[in-house]
């Protein structure tokens, strides 16, 4: 149990009170306690119970929970809940667009417990039929069923990456002296992994097939496996595993042929054979060796994808690579003035404690209520607060932005006036994100017009594995940008990583700057920095066309002169 999981747990609890019409005053005191212990910014596991008590909203019977959690992975009224609904109902209750009253309807009017069923029932048509529902929604819920579905024994990198890590440690135990490397998708930092693959080369297979079959922590599928190759799934999660073997001479180029994607290994070097026939020849003692005996510039593993790697290598275009010391500050962050969790002191401290020579808060902008987003008259406080501060922390600075939302025609939510108070702008959408690709480019592209817009904020919206961006022409989006002199962001959250990396060297060839921008809604967030790095690598990111590689005195001169032109026209 860590912070985290006990949070989930609550948010669980509420949701099944909802399900079973549990008192309201219940559910409302329950709601209270989480909204305060998420707004917290001392981890839940550390505090005692009197410590607990004294944070508002939070009752006897909450620290009681809280206690019991800690000590049990539960409490008794949560097990009552969950004893009393049917474990499909959990499954139905994580689909997107269902809350707990639309599914305790679906539960009492077509007895659907499972998502299997709810799938057979929108087809069959009968959600549509109920009230409250219709062909929209039931042609939404088939649609989430499906994304669903199709997601499935996928894991984000993020989420993923601890347990790889402890898997190459198991192996490095159970074969000692053979040769071992991580290999697929996650060698090459792909934002999803459907596998944890591994290579090992040695020529005694024998006791070291014995030793990892014995793995408690994995289900071995034998029918899938061969001589050459262990399959199989870890018990706990649902992660496909792959164990490939080879001889010790063989560990090379086995290696390099595996961490490569199917494309990059299909990708021609010369006019006869591509970088698979290359390998298979074995005619070198080294990565960096095969390379240069085919008279191609080293090519760094994330980008080995088979997206004209190898043509920029063999003309020796390959640039360096961003790396995280480059990054002088963090750009797109929230603080409690909107749905932060922690303060802009705080904010701005730990980011300074971290090296970096500056910080751009950018709250919500008043549309976005739901998240607190700030009036005018907040703005004004919030820029007195940053004057102040920045008086007592320079040489760091704190830029004033607003992560003002795009409306539905395209404009930004504040008049001219009050955009021109901020440093910088991050424009992003948030709501109605069910335009066709033509309405959803053109909002986007109205955005960038305005020119007050200095970042465009995660361009399409998505979040993987859990909601699908809204369709746009990224060509286009990018041209407009280049046009415009507008940044577009990396969005560092692990769930959104947007843009995607695939387009990246699009953008740079286009001259548009990118930002790697965790928006961070707490101090943690600025760890998920290193994940925009990873992507913006695997699209070819360089230090010169990042934003935020800019030092504080560069940045501050570059956010005026844009500014300086606004006010000229």
């Known amino acids: 149990m860590d912070h985290k999981t006990l949070l989930k747990k609550i948010k669980l609890s509420i949701q099944l009170m909802e399900l079973h019409d549990e008192n309201p005053f219940k559910i409302r005191s329950y709601q209270s306690a989480l909204i305060s212990l998420e707004r917290g910014d001392q981890d839940i596991m550390v505090l005692s119970e009197s410590e607990l008590a004294s944070i508002q909203g939070v009752g006897k019977s909450m620290v009681e929970a809280i206690q019991q959690l800690k000590e049990t992975d539960t409490f008794p009224f949560l097990e009552e809940l969950l004893a ?24 009492e009017q077509l007895g659907i417990t499972s998502t299997h069923e709810l799938m057979e029932a929108c087809q069959a048509g009968k959600v549509a039929k109920i009230k409250g529902f219709g062909e929209k929604t039931q042609d939404t819920i088939i649609q989430n069923l499906e994304f669903v579905a199709s997601n499935a024994g996928k894991w984000l990198y993020a989420d993923i990456e601890e347990i790889i890590g402890q898997l190459e440690k198991t192996l490095h135990v159970l074969a ?40 408690e922590t994995i289900e071995w599928i034998l ?9 199989g799934k870890l018990k706990e999660i649902d992660l496909r595993v792959s164990i490939h073997f080879c001889a010790k001479a063989d560990f090379l180029w086995k290696k390099l042929s595996l961490i490569a994607s199917p494309l990059h290994l299909e990708s021609l070097v010369d006019d006869k054979e591509t970088i698979a026939q ?21 090519i760094p593993v994330e980008m080995r994808e088979g997206y004209g790697e190898v043509e920029l290598a063999k003309e020796n275009k390959i640039p360096e690579l961003l790396t995280d010391k480059d990054l002088k500050g963090i750009l797109h962050n929230h603080s409690t003035y909107s749905d932060g969790k922690h303060t802009l002191r705080q904010m701005a401290e730990y980011c300074k404690e971290l090296g970096y020579e500056y910080l751009g808060i950018s709250d919500h902008s008043k549309t976005a209520f739901y998240a607190g987003g700030l009036t005018e008259d907040q703005i004004l406080k919030q820029h007195q607060e940053i004057d102040l501060l920045n008086k007592e922390l320079a040489p760091f600075r704190i830029f004033k932005s607003i992560e003002s939302d795009i409306l539905s025609d395209g404009k930004l939510d504040y008049s001219d006036e009050v955009l021109a ?16 690709i033509k309405r959803a480019t053109s909002r986007l592209i109205t955005a ?26 990224h060509k286009a989006i990018i041209d407009a940008c280049a046009q415009h002199n507008v940044v577009i962001e990396i969005n560092a959250n692990p769930w959104r990583l947007d843009l995607d990396w695939r387009y990246v060297r699009y953008a740079m060839e286009q001259g548009v700057m990118l930002s790697i921008n965790p928006d961070a809604h707490a101090m943690e967030g600025y760890a998920d920095m290193r994940y925009g790095v990873l992507v913006g690598r695997k699209g070819g990111l360089t230090k010169d066309m990042t934003l935020n590689a800019k030092s504080g005195e560069e940045l501050a001169v570059y956010f005026d002169s844009r500014l300086k032109k606004v006010k000229v026209k």
């Open 84 to 107: 009393k609904t049917p474990e499909g109902i959990l499954e139905i209750l994580q689909i997107k667009g269902l809350g707990p009253k639309k599914v305790k309807t679906l539960w």
């Open 176 to 215: 000692p002296q053979a040769e071992l490397a991580v290999v697929g998708d996650f060698s090459r930092n792909m934002e999803i992994i459907t596998e944890a693959e591994f290579l090992i080369g040695s020529d005694e297979m024998a006791g070291i097939k014995a030793n990892i079959k014995a793995m």
């Open 448 to 473: 960038i017009e305005n020119p007050y817009t200095t970042i465009l904020g995660h361009p399409t919206g998505r979040l993987l594995l859990r909601r699908q961006g809204y369709p746009i022409d």
């Open 278 to 298: 290359k390998l298979q020849k074995k005619d070198y003692s080294s990565e960096n060796e095969f390379f240069s005996i085919n008279k191609l510039q080293i």
């Open 223 to 231: 029918l899938e496996s061969g001589p050459r190759t262990l399959r």
């Open 421 to 436: 108070s901020f440093d910088f702008i991050v424009a992003s959408v948030h709501s109605i994100l069910n335009m066709d």
